[in-house]
């Protein structure tokens, strides 16, 4: 059975309703990204990263779900989580990934953690998603800290 919000961030996503999507995250929220090192945190970034993404993904779907329980990356607390399955397409690449998602006791989405295959499809996301957050001005664009 999936839980609760996992499966209202499905709808949500699916709809590509960003303002529907704040109130499933935790302010706090985590984003663990395939190609940045560090999280993205706080419902802001996490948000605005949404929002690239969702312009970027080409026939955007999910194609199964999980839940269970599984120790978060910020802790290592036991928290209920979900993993959602997807497909969808970058620049012709086509990507299988996963979304793991921890929850909050108030069931909130407090980590996310995205994997994606093949490492094409990576690079591809990864060049997309980031020319999307330094238009977005979510990220600092390339050789500006060389001024």
Known sequence: MTHPTAARFRAVVEKGDLDALEELFTPDVRLYSPVKFTPFEGRPMVLGLFGVLLRTFEDFRYVGSFAGESRTSSDGA???????????????????????????????IKEFTVMVRPQSAV?????AVYAGLVAEGLAPAPGADAV
């Open 123 to 127: 690079q591809a996301l990864g060049q």
């Open 78 to 108: 036991e928290a209920e989580s979900a993993v959602l399955l997807f497909r969808t397409t970058v620049n012709g690449k086509e990507i299988h990934g996963i979304d793991l998602l921890h929850f909050d006791e108030q069931g909130l």
